[in-house]
């Protein structure tokens, strides 16, 4: 018999993707929005988080909870309004689903979170960062630490609890990569401060299956880095991507503070950087189709 999964936040780049590669693996699958979105195969409910209300039968027989919510952090300047949505969305939103699932019906089995590696902090140079690495500073990592708070509390509930620790996703439907992409066709790609700070990415199939494995094997508990297990830097992510592309880089690097002028507090999502270690995820036995940026690039971008 298929089990149940219910995603939050399904309208975004991962959950659409997930949602797919469930489908097609059988799974039954709900999506939980702000709204109701059809598509073929999936029932779809309704919340509202500031409220507290989640439509009737949205939890019920849901084997999987896969929590994708949250307001984007790259979609809008921080102003201190946004930076309140962006906190709220996350651990309210997780708030509003611990209450949920202990009044369900019991047929949850475990609780997939997404988290982020801002939790190391802004920019934590060339140290290699394994999950046991202390929370670092900065307002992403302020947000993320509260968020896993949030999320840990659902262990009360005899839940197997499961946060994956999200970089830089690659997708040729949105993120940063066609922003990139985009520059890049028009001859204007460039390296950002030094080039120097480490991007930790992952193939958006990669993240996606991490998040099946998740689901499916009942001995992963507790944080993983979500990552590749190949970090590389801003130069050399931007010379692959246009040698990728076939395309010359001949600006000269953005300084930081044409970035910061730009984009204000933001711009320490593109100066800063980690280098995260995928070693947990890959000791458990999970294994990466992509784990260069090279072949993760062409084939997206083919």
């Given at each position: 018999?298929?089990?149940?999964?219910?995603?939050?936040?399904?309208?975004?780049?991962?959950?659409?993707?997930?949602?797919?590669?469930?489908?097609?693996?059988?799974?039954?699958?709900?999506?939980?929005?702000?709204?109701?979105?059809?598509?073929?195969?999936?029932?779809?409910?309704?919340?509202?988080?500031?409220?507290?209300?989640?439509?009737?039968?949205?939890?019920?027989?849901?084997?999987?909870?896969?929590?994708?919510?949250?307001?984007?952090?790259?979609?809008?300047?921080?102003?201190?309004?946004?930076?309140?949505?962006?906190?709220?969305?996350?651990?309210?939103?997780?708030?509003?689903?611990?209450?949920?699932?202990?009044?369900?019906?019991?047929?949850?089995?475990?609780?997939?979170?997404?988290?982020?590696?801002?939790?190391?902090?802004?920019?934590?140079?060339?140290?290699?960062?394994?999950?046991?690495?202390?929370?670092?500073?900065?307002?992403?990592?302020?947000?993320?630490?509260?968020?896993?708070?949030?999320?840990?509390?659902?262990?009360?509930l005899n839940l197997r609890v499961v946060m994956l620790r999200i970089g830089v996703v690659l997708s040729a439907l949105g993120g940063a990569l066609p922003k990139m992409a985009q520059s890049v066709k028009l001859n204007a790609g460039a390296t950002l401060g030094t080039g120097d700070q480490f991007m930790s990415w992952i193939h958006i199939d990669d993240l996606c299956e991490m998040f099946i494995k998740s689901m499916e094997d009942s001995q992963l508990q507790g944080a993983y880095n979500a990552?590749?297990?190949?970090?590389?830097?801003?130069?050399?992510?931007?010379?692959?991507?246009?040698?990728?592309?076939?395309?010359?880089?001949?600006?000269?690097?953005?300084?930081?503070?044409?970035?910061?002028?730009?984009?204000?507090?933001?711009?320490?999502?593109?100066?800063?950087?980690?280098?995260?270690?995928?070693?947990?995820?890959?000791?458990?036995?999970?294994?990466?189709?992509?784990?260069?940026?090279?072949?993760?690039?062409?084939?997206?971008?083919?």
């Open positions: 018999m298929s089990k149940n999964v219910l995603i939050t936040g399904a309208s975004g780049l991962v959950g659409s993707r997930l949602t797919d590669m469930l489908l097609e693996g059988g799974y039954q699958v709900s999506h939980l929005g702000r709204t109701k979105k059809s598509k073929k195969g999936v029932k779809s409910y309704t919340w509202d988080i500031r409220q507290g209300i989640v439509e009737e039968g949205a939890l019920e027989n849901v084997n999987f909870v896969v929590h994708l919510a949250g307001a984007g952090v790259a979609d809008k300047r921080w102003s201190s309004s946004r930076k309140k949505e962006i906190l709220q969305s996350r651990v309210k939103s997780t708030a509003l689903l611990h209450r949920q699932l202990m009044n369900s019906n019991g047929a949850c089995e475990a609780f997939i979170s997404a988290s982020a590696i801002g939790i190391y902090g802004w920019d934590t140079g060339e140290v290699w960062l394994d999950e046991n690495a202390p929370s670092g500073e900065g307002f992403l990592a302020e947000v993320t630490q509260a968020w896993e708070s949030e999320i840990n509390g659902l262990k009360e990552v590749a297990p190949n970090p590389v830097t801003n130069r050399k992510f931007t010379k692959t991507l246009a040698q990728t592309m076939k395309k010359a880089m001949w600006l000269p690097a953005v300084p930081a503070w044409t970035l910061r002028l730009m984009l204000g507090e933001m711009a320490q999502i593109v100066l800063g950087g980690n280098r995260v270690s995928s070693k947990k995820i890959a000791s458990q036995g999970f294994n990466f189709k992509f784990e260069e940026v090279e072949p993760a690039l062409k084939t997206l971008l083919n």
